[in-house]
């Protein structure tokens, strides 16, 4: 039975090869878009961090987007 | 009303909206996988070769659907000049342009055991890498063409140009004798696919759109950082 449903009754090679090229791309963009995710909140949390204690006391109030940024980055380390 | 659309807020839900996509879609991939490779039947003429189809299919469809929806947003950017528009278009693209050349390998992988080669230069195939040609231009004109407003101007003319193309591929199958078959599934009209096989491809079309959604947020959430980090180092 598993036989049958690798071989695909001859098939196999085209679909098993459809469906793992489709896969594999999907979570190679997959990974690659995380990552890129990360490494700019990760910078961007380090550059509110560098600033002087005043700046970052008022981007933390005017932008709840750096202050998002920053506690979910901080959930991750 | 409108402070639901500002920006924060909607940063705030794009967050809740990629940990929702990422708790239910390997369980509907799973669900989507197995009917596409075990529960549905194979074809009377085709045998099991048609499963490709449920991934072949998809990709098309998710290929010219952002193709038009880049087209449009350009037109109304054009029109309304909002940048978040840009930043819209600019995260669907490279999804776009990998669903268009995943419909054309997979077709490709379709087509050897069905019609005994992989590639013929006919009306479908043609049209669809041209797409895809289009989708390179339209990438590569936002990555080396400076400064951003000259990048976002004539990336725009090159979309607006190519949605030509996406009725030319809709008709190609009825308005030249082409190897690939006509249309089975129609909005208008009756199907001719039978429901043991429109459900696993409506089940692998929900699924991909699901991906394409989460990529899309995480990109428009980079996006987002991106300017922040701008703005950021002007103070």
Redesign the interface.
């Given at each position: 039975m598993i036989q049958n449903f690798l071989s695909m009754n001859g098939y196999g090679l085209y679909v098993w090869a459809a469906f793992s090229i489709t896969l594999i791309s999907c979570v190679l963009v997959f990974y690659k878009t995380q990552k890129t995710l990360k490494k700019h909140e990760r910078e961007f949390a380090k550059e509110i961090n560098e600033l002087s204690a005043e700046k970052r006391k008022s981007v933390m109030e005017n932008s709840k987007i750096a202050s998002q940024v920053l506690s979910s980055f901080s959930k991750t380390i | 009303m409108f402070s639901l659309l500002s920006?924060?807020n909607i940063?705030?839900w794009i967050?809740k909206l990629i940990t929702f996509i990422n708790s239910i879609f390997f369980i509907l991939l799973i669900v989507a996988?197995s009917f596409?490779?075990?529960f549905s039947p194979?074809d009377y003429l085709q045998?099991?070769?048609v499963?490709?189809m449920y991934?072949?299919v998809p990709?098309a469809w998710i290929g010219l659907a952002s193709f038009t929806c880049i087209a449009l947003l350009s037109i109304a950017n054009f029109i309304f000049k909002t940048k978040n528009l840009i930043i819209i278009t600019k995260s669907i693209a490279?999804?776009g342009l990998?669903f268009t050349c995943?419909a054309i390998?997979?077709g490709s992988?379709?087509g050897?055991?069905t019609w005994g080669t992989w590639w013929a230069w006919d009306a479908r195939l043609t049209s669809m890498v041209i797409l895809a040609l289009f989708y390179i231009g339209y990438i590569v004109a936002h990555k080396f063409i400076l400064p951003d407003e000259k990048a976002n101007k004539i990336s725009s003319i090159i979309v607006i140009v190519g949605l030509i193309n996406i009725p030319i591929i809709k008709f190609s199958v009825d308005w030249w004798n082409t190897l690939h078959q006509p249309a089975s599934i129609k909005l208008i009209g009756t199907n001719t696919i039978h429901s043991s096989m429109l459900t696993p491809l409506l089940l692998m079309f929900f699924v991909m759109l699901l991906?394409c959604a989460?990529?899309f947020l995480?990109?428009y959430?980079?996006e987002?950082?991106?300017m922040?980090?701008k703005n950021?180092?002007r103070?």
């Open positions: - | 920006p924060s940063f705030y967050g996988l596409a490779l075990i194979p045998g099991d070769s499963r490709i991934v072949h990709s490279p999804l990998m995943l390998i997979t992988l379709w050897q055991p991906y989460l990529i995480m990109k959430k980079t987002i950082i991106r922040k980090k950021l180092k103070l």
